[in-house]
């Protein structure tokens, strides 16, 4: 079993839906990060949680630490949102530890 | 300047050659990554500097070999690579201990032939 889980692995949507992308992990952890990754290499930090909830545009992301979970939702999703979507999570030491990705796909 | 540059783009190369990756930034960050990526998978860390001294080295077989000249830079030499290799390579960097920011260069797409 990896150490960091994600579902769905892939994931089509409908310009302007709410999307929900998860992340579930089974250590301990200081942080979690989720990242994007276009096509060509690109990879962009979108948030690091260690509680709660944070906002930036239209991207959130929360964690619940007991549960070992999060969740990064996109409201009113729109094509240019299509990317791989990276959860990770940081134990310590500069280390990452990345889930396997969700291919995102938003029509027009 | 928020960017880690990445040089080349691409790169094909045999399997007898030896050649270089190039990383730069000029944040003043003082840690800076190596990280392997196959299609459809997520990075794999390779190497951490810390302070221009190597950090972690992941049992990365020697046929990788990294280089902190200074703070600015990274490089990581290549010879003797196996077609199993071809991989996008990526290069990040970070204040140490800081991953909330951390940057990614575009990565070095490298075919070993």
Redo the contacts between chains.
């Keep these: 079993k990896n150490e960091v889980e994600q579902s769905p692995q892939n994931l089509t949507a409908q310009e302007g839906e709410f999307i929900t992308i998860n992340c579930s992990y089974s250590v301990g952890i200081s942080a979690l990060h989720w990242l994007q990754q276009h096509p060509g290499g690109g990879i962009v930090s979108l948030f690091m949680l260690s509680s709660g909830k944070k906002k930036h545009g239209r991207l959130i992301a929360t964690i619940n630490i007991q549960e070992k979970h999060s969740s990064l939702h996109i409201t009113a999703s729109h094509p240019r949102d299509s990317a791989v979507y990276i959860c990770a999570v940081e134990g310590g030491g500069n280390k990452l530890v990345f889930g396997a990705g969700t291919i995102l796909r938003v029509k027009s | 300047d928020t960017e880690v540059t990445q040089t080349p783009k691409h790169l094909v190369m045999g399997m007898t050659n030896k050649k270089s990756l190039k990383c730069e930034q000029h944040m003043g960050h003082r ?1 800076m ?1 190596w990280y392997k ?1 196959k299609a459809k ?5 390779m190497f ?1 500097y ?1 302070y221009e001294k190597l ?2 080295n992941e049992s990365v077989p020697s046929r990788f070999s990294p280089e902190c000249p200074n703070s600015s830079l990274l490089n990581l030499h290549l010879h003797a690579l196996q077609p199993e290799d071809s991989a ?1 390579y ?1 290069c ?1 960097s ?1 204040q ?2 800081q ?9 070095t ?1 490298l075919s070993v032939l």
């Design positions: 840690a990554y990526q998978k997520p990075p794999e860390l951490v810390s950090s972690i996008l990526l990040a970070s140490p201990g991953l909330e920011k951390l940057f990614f260069g575009s990565g797409q």
